[in-house]
């Protein structure tokens, strides 16, 4: 059974960096083809995807993100950990991370963590 | 880059049938995969593949694509089926995710 929880603050001040952590079972991310991603939903918002990690450690990044962004996978421990430096109360949002199986190509985020909802506010 | 379009809204009685529509600008060879999110949870993956329906997901729920359309129909609508629902395909040429702007179905 897989699943997946994130964790991490509730409550950054503006120009901090939020670090989040997605701690998973039911899976391994050395397996080839597993990847973990993050997602995010700003209150009453569509979904905005992040970022990914992939099992051979390569890593993608949403492009209006990407100078912000940075994910790393610890695969002993079970985690993915993304950070978001320079927080902006526009990035208060739900955050989810997600299993992902690219064995098949464009395969969807067939498991989700519960989400951690994160405000940025002074 | 992909764009998916979606209706922001979508109202349906009861027992009728609900089509949600996805509009990208270059589905191509991709395939499309559509989730549901009740208030307050997390998403749910109702149709992968374009029509297939994961384990555990009512055979009330199905998926097309046609050309640069995708639908999720969803027959014989029960209050529960209240939610949000986005479509969602992996763009290959760059290399990452993209979701649509997500439906409000209503069940009236």
């Known amino acids: 059974q897989i699943t997946l929880k994130e964790s991490g603050p509730t409550l950054v001040k503006p120009t901090q960096t939020l670090t989040l952590t997605c701690t998973f079972s039911?899976?391994?991310?050395?397996?080839?083809?597993?990847?973990v991603g993050w997602i995010r939903q700003p209150p009453s918002r569509a979904l905005e995807w992040l970022a990914v990690?992939?099992?051979?450690?390569?890593?993608r990044y949403n492009p209006s993100l990407k100078s912000r962004l940075t994910i790393t996978k610890d695969t002993s421990r079970n985690q993915v950990v993304i950070t978001v430096t320079n927080m902006d109360p526009v990035d208060t949002a739900t955050y989810f991370c997600?299993?992902?199986?690219?064995?098949?190509?464009?395969?969807?985020?067939?498991?989700w963590g519960p989400g951690a909802l994160v405000t940025v506010s002074s | 880059s992909h764009v998916l379009t979606q209706p922001p809204s979508v109202s349906v009685a009861p027992g009728k049938t609900a089509r949600i529509s996805c509009g990208g600008n270059?589905?191509?060879?991709?395939?499309v995969h559509w989730y549901q999110q009740r208030p307050g949870q997390a998403p749910v993956l109702v149709i992968h593949?374009?029509?297939d329906r994961p384990s555990g997901i009512p055979e009330r729920f199905s998926g097309s694509k046609s050309g640069n359309t995708a639908a999720l129909t969803i027959s014989r609508v029960e209050a529960g089926d209240e939610a949000d629902y986005y479509c969602?395909?992996?763009?290959?040429?760059?290399?990452?995710?993209?979701f649509g702007g997500g439906t409000k179905l209503t069940v009236l």
């Open positions: 270059n589905f191509g060879s991709n395939s």
């Open positions: 593949y374009n029509s």
């Open positions: 990690v992939y099992w051979d450690d390569d890593k």
């Open positions: 997600a299993h992902n199986d690219i064995s098949v190509a464009g395969a969807p985020f067939d498991f």
């Open positions: 969602q395909v992996w763009d290959i040429s760059s290399d990452h995710p993209v």
């Open positions: 039911g899976f391994s991310l050395s397996t080839s083809g597993v990847s």
